[in-house]
Each structure stands twice: as structure tokens, then as C-alpha cells.
């Protein structure tokens, strides 16, 4: 059995808890203004059916484990899951593009490929697998892709 290690990232991912809960789970209409989780490079995807996927290479981090042991190295790839089920639970995600002047406009999931750069912002969960995964609430394809 895979452990799950978690992440505290603090209010963010109390904000984004409370906010699903009044939504009723539903997807973000508005970016999330917290800095994201980590950014990388798309480097796979696999987007049919109901497990959405892509793998990301090259993280860099903007948070760092709090509760982590002394010898955890943060990863520099990962799998993130998209409107990724688990135990009956949903987690939606939004996906957004950014403009050359940083502004967001609503994006599709067909619209990741391999080379973009994005940011990425997680449930605050870290699937301990090799490489290791994650559910995305939001995930931004950064200008110039």
C-alpha cells in the first residue's frame, strides 16, 4: 500500500476546502491568488477518458514540506492528477491560460501538450509513489506555450 505523506500549506488550502464545500464541489470560476504549489514543464500527457494525467518535469517549489522528515528532498517530477476520484470524493480542476501581461482566461483541459510550462496548485496531498502524485484544484498554462 502506497503512503500518502501530507503537505500543510496553511490557509490556502483551508480557503480552498471551505470554498469547495459552499460550491458543493464545483469547478473554480476564479484563479486561485495564492502563489502556486510548484511550476514545470509538461513533459506527458494523457487526457482520455476518467483518469486525466500529465506529468510535469522540472518542478520548482514554492512551498517546502513543513511536517517533512530531515532527510526528504523535494521531487523534480511528479504525476498530477486532473478532476482526479478517489473514495468517492472529486476533486475538480480549473484550468486557465495566461496572457503576456499575467491576466487569466478560462482554459480546457484539451489544452495541455507536452513543453508547456505551468503552474500547478494541489490539494496539499503528496501520493508518495514513484514519481510521486498529486491531485491539481488549478493549474495555469503560462504565456508563451
Known amino acids: 500500500m502506497d503512503r500518502v505523506f501530507v503537505r500543510i500549506v496553511g490557509s490556502r488550502l483551508t480557503a480552498v476546502l471551505f470554498v469547495a464545500a459552499l460550491a458543493g464541489c464545483q469547478q473554480l470560476t476564479a484563479p486561485i491568488a495564492d502563489p502556486p504549489d510548484f511550476t514545470g514543464v509538461v513533459d506527458g500527457t ?6 486525466q494525467e500529465i506529468s510535469v518535469d522540472s518542478l520548482s517549489w514554492s512551498y517546502h514540506a513543513v511536517d517533512a522528515p530531515p532527510s526528504y528532498d523535494p521531487p523534480t517530477r511528479g504525476g498530477v492528477h486532473i478532476n482526479s476520484r478517489f473514495n468517492g470524493q ?12 499575467g491576466r487569466l482566461t478560462e482554459a480546457s483541459v484539451s489544452q495541455l501538450a507536452v513543453g508547456q510550462r505551468v503552474k500547478v ?4 496531498v ?3 509513489t514513484d514519481p510521486p502524485q498529486y491531485d491539481a484544484v488549478q493549474i ?6
Open 46 to 51: 494523457s487526457l482520455e477518458g476518467d483518469s
Open 90 to 101: 472529486v476533486t475538480l480542476t480549473a484550468v486557465f491560460l495566461e496572457d503576456g501581461s
Open 121 to 124: 496548485w494541489t490539494t496539499g
Open 126 to 128: 503528496e501520493w508518495r
Open 140 to 145: 495555469v498554462i503560462e504565456s508563451g506555450n
